[in-house]
């Protein structure tokens, strides 16, 4: 008897399954994020999702702009 409880307790900490660890809160961000409040999907997230739209935002136009630049540079040839 005692060695199925230490075989039980083993399984039970070896397990792979997490239960009771973290709440699930799917419900909770999908009405969050389904609510017509006239806010983009991608800003929905707060000011972290902000300020990671505003990066990636200036690093592809920032990437534009040097492309067009290296392909004009390099259109003309030197003497």
């Known amino acids: ?3 199925l409880r230490v075989s039980q307790a083993l399984i039970r900490s070896f397990s792979s399954t997490a239960r009771n660890r973290f709440q699930n809160r799917v419900r909770e961000k999908q ?14 997230g707060g000011i972290v999702d902000n300020i ?3 990066v ?3 690093l592809c136009l ?3 702009v040097y492309s067009l ?3 004009g540079w390099a259109s003309f040839p030197r003497n």
Do not use: C, H, V
Not at 31 to 44: G, H, R, S, T, V
């Open 69 to 71: 630049y290296s392909l």
């Open 62 to 64: 920032g990437g534009t």
């Open 52 to 54: 990671l739209y505003r």
């Open 56 to 58: 990636t935002m200036t």
């Open 1 to 3: 008897m005692q060695a």
């Open 31 to 44: 009405k969050f994020f389904q609510e017509d409040n006239d806010i983009p999907l991608y800003l929905k």
